[in-house]
């Protein structure tokens, strides 16, 4: 990986440092002069000729030079990339679980492509799905039972189409640049304000991280981070009279604190304060949580999910590629297909499913045969609990304790 990392790097400083473009451009500059030239006068077509020889010729020399660099410097890169990412086939297709939906899975190109701000390109993949699905309609023929999802997921597509949640993201992604690229936070401020009651019953602290943001950018300066300590303080105190009056209720301790720092200012950084007023990741973390409730409150999660699913399965494809090589040496078959019979190690932050396995039954429990917990706090599958109880009052099989199966409740992850 280093040594592909260096010829990136080396490929990169070389580009960048690529004279090629100029050197073209002066030659063209050079044809162009001479044409002017002549067309002004013919008689001189001839000499202007003759004088235009050596530059052209060098600056051809010049810009093949510039040329044959840069492209050594991708020839290395390129052996070093086929060094390292070996050509190993890909783990066979034969049970694709999403081939039976495209629909779903253009519709997830599409959502992913849109909550990305890729406006243009998700409207050009979805022209094209649509011109794909018009003569395909009448393929459907009701076979499989995931025909009916995918009918589903066409109207989704329409939803998409209608320019609804396209019009969302442009909104979000206008306030981000606002608020990324101009240090500008009063869009985002007033669309926190506008959408308080859902965020306040989403128990979100987004409108205050951002009026606290507002407070301490005008406390360093505002638009002028060179003005005068004073004039960067005032500004902040007048901005917290104005609007923190309604925060109070919910965040007293947090606007004492920004208010008792103001008496520590000649020396903030040795304060308990620093930590608030010296914040290098204040910015993205706001950033962060602006996206997160935006998107929650379209009803999704703020990653999106096939950037999520696509980063999970290429780290799930190596053990994916050995267990198929293990399969085929043995010649056996994994039957179950909901379930794969090898853990994946996922980050944590991958994680959103809590699975039980009844320690009774050794099966996993599903939503038709649910873990419950009995009152001694141990819990087994409701399969288990009643071949155990039979309906009786039965002893829990990890304690002492008596239980009656009415008295189990079923447990939610
Ligand atoms: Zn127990």
Redesign the pocket.
């Known amino acids: 990986m280093d040594l592909l990392q260096k010829e990136h790097e080396r490929v990169w400083k070389r580009m960048k440092a690529a004279k090629s473009i100029n050197d073209v451009q002066a030659t063209i500059d050079l044809l162009q002069e001479a044409r002017g030239a002549i067309a002004a006068d013919p008689t001189k077509a001839s000499i202007t000729l003759a004088k235009l020889q050596n530059p052209v010729k060098a600056s051809f020399d010049a810009a093949n030079d510039s040329l044959k660099e840069t492209h050594s410097g991708l020839n290395k890169y390129t052996k070093a990339l086929d060094k390292l990412f070996k050509d190993r086939p890909l783990p066979s297709t034969e049970y694709d679980a999403l081939s039976s939906s495209p629909s779903l899975v253009n519709r997830a190109i599409a959502m992913h492509l849109l909550r990305e701000g890729q406006f243009s390109v998700a409207s050009t993949f979805l022209d094209e799905v649509n011109q794909a699905k018009a003569p395909a309609q009448p393929e459907y023929d009701g076979a499989g039972a995931s025909t009916s999802n995918d009918d589903n997921s066409h109207l989704l597509l329409d939803q998409i189409q209608s320019g609804r949640i396209r019009e969302e993201f442009t909104t979000m992604y206008h306030i981000l640049y606002e608020l990324r690229e101009r240090a500008n936070l009063l869009p985002a401020i007033e669309w926190a304000r506008e959408h308080r009651t859902l965020l306040e019953a989403r128990g979100s602290n987004l409108e205050f991280e951002l009026c606290r943001l507002q407070f301490l950018w005008l406390f360093h300066g505002g638009m002028d981070p060179h003005s005068s300590n004073s004039v960067g303080r005032q500004a902040a105190l007048e901005y917290a009279r104005m609007e923190f009056s309604s925060f109070t209720p919910r965040y007293l301790k947090e606007i004492q604190q920004l208010i008792g720092a103001m008496a520590f200012w000649p020396n903030l950084d040795q304060s308990p304060y620093r930590h608030i007023f010296n914040n290098p990741t204040a910015w993205s973390e706001v950033a962060q949580s602006f996206t997160r409730e935006f998107c929650s409150l379209l009803g999704l999660s703020a990653d999106s999910p096939l950037y999520i699913a696509a980063t999970a399965g290429a780290i799930a494809l190596p053990t994916l590629q050995k267990l198929q090589t293990i399969m085929k040496a043995k010649r056996t078959e994994w039957t179950t297909q909901d379930e794969l019979p090898v853990e994946i190690p996922l980050p944590r932050s991958y994680l959103f499913h809590s699975i039980f396995v009844c320690p009774v039954s050794k099966e996993q429990t599903t939503d038709q045969n649910p873990p419950m917990m ?1 009152p ?3 819990v087994i599958a409701q399969e288990s609990l009643q071949r155990i109880s039979k309906g009786n009052k039965f002893k ?1 099989p ?2 002492p ?1 008596e239980s009656h199966p009415k008295n189990a409740r079923k447990v939610i992850f």
């Open positions: 009995m001694c706090g141990h829990c990890y304690c304790s």
